[in-house]
Nanobody, 129 residues
Framework: QVQLVESGGGSVQAGGSLRLTCVISGYTDSGYSLGWAWFRQVVGKEREGIAALYTSTGRMFYADSVNGRFTISHDNVKNTVYLQMDSLKPDDTAMYYC????????????????????WGQGTQVTVSS
């Protein structure tokens, strides 16, 4: 059974940084590329895709709302993906989820939550002004 476990959330003041970690277990390499992504959601709003990458090529994708401030990276040996979040703003307050799927989604849809099969339980990030 595939499981994703996030960690690293917390409370920080505006301008600060956090690094989220997501570990995948129980996944068997199918030979297809694996796509990782980070999403966030505020109560009452739709889930927003903010960052994604293809493990096969290392290609990264970012939503405009976080581009230049957040960095997604991965460690294939550890089956872990990270989200480094810098210059945090109060608008970044949300529950953050990591997700994975194989094969990786086509690039035009890489931040579409409905295309991801595996999800973590979420970790809360709160940014105060």
């Amino acid at each position: 059974q595939v499981q994703l476990v996030e960690s690293g959330g917390g409370s920080v003041q505006a301008g600060g940084s956090l690094r989220l970690t997501c570990v995948i277990s129980g996944y068997t390499d199918s030979g297809y590329s694996l796509g990782w992504a980070w999403f966030r959601q505020v109560v009452g709003k739709e889930r927003e895709g903010i960052a994604a990458l293809y493990t096969s090529t290392g290609r990264m994708f970012y939503a405009d709302s976080v581009n230049g401030r957040f960095t997604i990276s991965h460690d294939n040996v550890k089956n872990t993906v990270y989200l480094q979040m810098d210059s945090l703003k109060p608008d970044d307050t949300a529950m953050y989820y990591c997700a994975a799927t194989s094969p990786a989604p086509f690039s035009d849809y890489v931040l579409a939550p409905e295309l991801y099969n595996y999800w973590g339980q979420g970790t809360q990030v709160t940014v105060s002004s």
